[in-house]
């Protein structure tokens, strides 16, 4: 029997840039469940591998497709050995456009803001020129390029598009149900939506949770979750997963290995690590501490910041941690003359919020694991070793930067005793 376990009204805190066949134009449907199953499997893989590298063992990708389709019932798309086939899922995400709540509170953010912002200067080839509203919703960014040639982008306002997303289950057991609902919840404050969305673009404010289910017998808003408690307890209800309570791979020595899929391990700080950003004073809003960490990835906008800490001069020696491009430098030289190009995206995850069911201010999710290309960049091969500096180079950047403007807390894991 299938049942809505969890309802939630939405809406985008900040610009959301989602695909459509045309790339210069947003999706006029704007949010899909497709982009929300997809980061919703992402982020409960990592919390698989979490556990399970906690445990000892270094999960292949492919174990955790497994874990999270088949046993927590997302779905699974591969043939076992046993001659299995796929599992459809247990879950259907419905995502329908609703009004702007008659009480809600829109946060005050200057549209010029967006002309500054990385990854819109990224897609229209430079800085745009100007910034034209297209609805109430829209606005169009144009910029001339070579020959004279105008390129556009087009995008969502922050806090613009409100939704109901509802989630649907056929789940009888209470624990997979609940690991679930909180991995769902957990990926939508980590991490954006569409085009950018590890850089903070398509952040999802949750306005209100209209249905929830009972987690160990109370609901969710009378938990008093922060995002810190959320992820405490997605991590501990996936630890009641039959997969990996008896896990069934390989145990391998982890002092030397990084995990082979970026995992969200309690146990290991130079593994994983959350930050929580915030404002020290009411003169700086949500939106500013989104807008300057934005724009933390990117090498050039980082030298035009005024009294950058030196420290982060360093960073420039492992620039590639905050994302190897799709086309640009990082290239393989092959036989015949041909080059094949890397991508690598970011183990940096940015997400900024402004509501108050799970907390304010910008989150960064910082990851280290196993799977880079094997290539040179800069005369070092990366390997476990580059990796983990990068991973110490980045957090201490980080730490120095925000130090300067805004109250940062490293949220998660806890202090280990």
């Given at each position: 029997m299938i049942?809505?376990?969890?309802r939630?009204k939405?809406t985008?805190?900040?610009?959301?840039?989602v695909?459509w066949y045309e790339?210069?134009?947003?999706?006029?449907?704007?949010l899909r469940p497709?982009?929300?199953?997809?980061?919703?499997?992402w982020?409960?893989?990592?919390?698989?591998?979490?556990?399970?590298?906690d445990?000892?063992?270094?999960?292949?990708?492919?174990?955790?497709?497994?874990?999270v389709?088949?046993d927590l019932?997302?779905?699974?798309a591969?043939?076992?050995?046993?001659?299995?086939?796929?599992?459809?899922?247990?879950?259907?995400?419905r995502?329908?456009?609703?009004?702007?709540?008659?009480?809600?509170?829109?946060?005050?953010?200057?549209?010029?803001?967006?002309?500054?912002?990385?990854?819109?200067v990224?897609?229209?080839?430079?800085?745009?020129?100007?910034?034209?509203?297209?609805?109430a919703?829209?606005?169009?960014l144009k910029r001339?390029?070579?020959?004279?040639?105008e390129?556009?982008?087009?995008l969502?306002l922050?806090?613009?598009?409100?939704?109901?997303?509802?989630l649907?289950?056929?789940?009888?057991d209470s624990?997979?149900k609940?690991?679930?609902v909180?991995?769902?919840?957990?990926?939508?404050?980590?991490m954006g939506?569409?085009?950018g969305?590890?850089r903070?673009?398509g952040?999802l404010?949750?306005?209100e949770?209209?249905?929830?289910?009972?987690?160990?017998?109370k609901?969710?808003n009378?938990l008093?979750?922060?995002?810190?408690d959320?992820?405490?307890?997605t991590?501990?209800?996936?630890?009641n997963?039959?997969?990996i309570?008896?896990?069934?791979?390989?145990?391998?020595s982890?002092?030397k290995n990084?995990?082979?899929?970026?995992?969200?391990?309690?146990?290991h700080?130079?593994?994983?690590?959350?930050?929580?950003?915030?404002?020290?004073?009411?003169s700086?809003k949500a939106f500013d501490?989104?807008?300057?960490l934005?724009?933390l990835?990117?090498?050039?906008m980082?030298?035009?910041?005024?009294n950058?800490?030196?420290i982060?001069?360093?960073?420039?020696?492992?620039d590639?941690?905050?994302?190897?491009?799709?086309?640009?430098?990082?290239?393989?030289e092959?036989?015949?003359?041909k080059?094949?190009?890397?991508?690598?995206?970011?183990?940096?995850?940015l997400?900024?919020?402004?509501n108050?069911?799970?907390?304010?201010g910008?989150?960064l999710?910082?990851?280290?694991s196993?799977d880079?290309?094997d290539?040179?960049?800069?005369?070092?091969?990366i390997?476990?070793?580059?990796?983990?500096?990068?991973?110490?180079?980045?957090?201490?950047?980080?730490?120095?930067y925000c130090?300067?403007?805004y109250?940062?807390?490293?949220?998660?894991?806890r202090?280990?005793?």
């Amino acid at each position: 029997m299938i049942e809505e376990i969890l309802r939630l009204k939405v809406t985008n805190f900040t610009p959301l840039l989602v695909g459509w066949y045309e790339p210069n134009i947003v999706d006029p449907i704007g949010l899909r469940p497709t982009e929300l199953k997809g980061i919703w499997r992402w982020w409960a893989r990592a919390f698989a591998c979490g556990v399970l590298y906690d445990r000892g063992c270094n999960p292949l990708p492919s174990d955790l497709v497994k874990i999270v389709g088949k046993d927590l019932g997302l779905g699974y798309a591969g043939v076992n050995i046993g001659g299995k086939s796929a599992m459809p899922s247990k879950y259907i995400i419905r995502v329908n456009e609703t009004f702007e709540p008659t009480n809600f509170k829109k946060a005050s953010i200057n549209k010029t803001d967006l002309k500054e912002l990385q990854r819109i200067v990224l897609l229209l080839g430079g800085r745009p020129e100007s910034l034209e509203p297209n609805n109430a919703e829209k606005v169009i960014l144009k910029r001339r390029g070579k020959g004279g040639v105008e390129r556009t982008l087009e995008l969502y306002l922050p806090q613009s598009r409100f939704y109901t997303i509802s989630l649907f289950s056929t789940e009888s057991d209470s624990n997979k149900k609940a690991a679930a609902v909180l991995s769902f919840l957990s990926a939508i404050m980590l991490m954006g939506i569409g085009k950018g969305g590890r850089r903070g673009l398509g952040s999802l404010d949750i306005i209100e949770i209209e249905k929830q289910p009972e987690i160990n017998g109370k609901r969710i808003n009378e938990l008093s979750l922060k995002v810190e408690d959320l992820v405490d307890k997605t991590y501990e209800h996936f630890r009641n997963l039959d997969s990996i309570k008896d896990p069934q791979c390989t145990k391998k020595s982890i002092d030397k290995n990084l995990p082979n899929f970026p995992c969200l391990s309690k146990n290991h700080e130079d593994i994983t690590s959350i930050y929580h950003v915030e404002a020290r004073d009411e003169s700086k809003k949500a939106f500013d501490v989104f807008k300057d960490l934005h724009n933390l990835f990117n090498l050039s906008m980082r030298s035009r910041e005024r009294n950058f800490p030196k420290i982060c001069s360093n960073l420039k020696e492992y620039d590639w941690f905050l994302g190897i491009p799709r086309k640009g430098k990082y290239k393989e030289e092959k036989e015949g003359g041909k080059s094949e190009e890397w991508r690598r995206p970011s183990p940096v995850i940015l997400s900024a919020h402004d509501n108050k069911i799970f907390g304010n201010g910008a989150f960064l999710t910082v990851l280290a694991s196993a799977d880079w290309p094997d290539i040179m960049i800069n005369g070092k091969q990366i390997d476990s070793q580059q990796i983990g500096d990068a991973k110490k180079t980045f957090e201490n950047c980080l730490k120095a930067y925000c130090s300067t403007k805004y109250k940062i807390t490293r949220i998660w894991p806890r202090r280990l005793k």
